[in-house]
């Protein structure tokens, strides 16, 4: 017997989410300023599930249950900041009589399509953080979020003018900005956790060239690494830079530079066979990688050691 596959409700302007939360409409169609006490929770099994076609930043408190954002389920029962792009499957188990606590800021793409923020948003890489990945706030980081965000609501419940809509894009880039801030103040304050992740990530790629991995799956990737070690891959990414300014990528490159030295000056294998031993496909892109983390070739590096 087949599985049953919930297709998710794809929810596509910020009026129909109004009207899924029973409540007002919205004061502007493409941005909007949520207040989660007012909203009741619901049970509707097709709702279970859904994409939004627009971008939310939502500080919760009091939510007793958990949401799926990707593919596993986290708790969610503190107070704590998420981010959620378009286009993201969002799924939410709740208790009966949940009541909700903190705002929720809903902006359209549309909204600042001539914007530099349109193109600048995507350098925000928290939006494709998981809800494990939240970030957490001070009580004094909580009343300026939330005040930026009042700031917004109250600019779009006053009577719209030349200026509106530049005053609240701008505010909208000051709330995102803090929020970069403020995760790197907990990227900071969590070093001891992330201290274990790095070495968690050394001994996972240790492991992965000694092992058969690379004649398995080839080259490893920031996909497989996040996804080993529970994470994100943007988040990820951006706690190393925090710990050693480098990205997932460097580290694996690193790692592949540091087997590559190993291979050519402790065995005879040729540089093709040096390649294909770390996973390359073509010999030439190996050549390129290694040269331009060393500045030799491979050939070149191997006879500084004869």
Do not use: W
């Amino acid at each position: 017997m087949k599985k049953e596959v919930h297709i998710p409700y794809h929810i596509q302007s910020i009026s129909e989410l109004h009207s899924m939360l029973k409540i007002p409409k919205p004061e502007h169609p493409l941005v909007s300023f949520v207040d989660l006490s007012k909203i009741t929770c619901h049970f509707d099994d097709n709702l279970k599930s859904v994409v939004y076609s627009f971008y939310t930043v939502c500080i919760k408190k009091g939510f007793t249950g958990k949401m799926k954002y990707g593919q596993n389920f986290y708790d969610f029962d503190e107070g704590v900041m998420t981010f959620m792009s378009p286009g993201q499957v969002i799924s939410t188990e709740v208790s009966v009589d949940n009541a909700v606590y903190g705002a929720m800021l809903v902006i359209h793409p549309d909204f600042i399509q001539n914007y530099a923020l349109a193109k600048n948003i995507k350098e925000y890489s928290y939006f494709s953080y998981a809800v494990s990945e939240a970030l957490h706030l001070s009580e004094k980081e909580q009343t300026m979020i939330t005040g930026i965000m009042k700031n917004i609501e109250q600019e779009y419940s006053s009577s719209i003018d030349a200026f509106s809509q530049d005053v609240m894009v701008s505010h909208i880039e000051l709330l995102l900005n803090y929020c970069n801030r403020f995760y790197n103040r907990q990227f900071i304050t969590r070093k001891s956790a992330n201290n274990t992740l790095l070495v968690k990530l050394e001994n996972l790629l240790s492991d992965y060239f000694e092992g058969d991995k690379v004649q398995k799956l080839g080259l490893p990737t920031v996909a497989y690494i996040s996804d080993e070690l529970n994470v994100s891959p943007n988040y990820l990414s951006d706690l190393l830079r925090s710990l050693t300014g480098q990205s997932t990528q460097h580290h694996i490159h690193n790692k592949i530079i540091e087997k590559a030295k190993e291979l050519l000056t402790t065995t005879s294998l040729s540089v093709s066979e040096t390649a294909f031993q770390l996973g390359f496909e073509y010999p030439q892109s190996f050549n390129k990688l290694f040269k331009n983390k060393t500045n030799v070739s491979p050939l070149e590096f191997r006879s500084s050691f004869n």
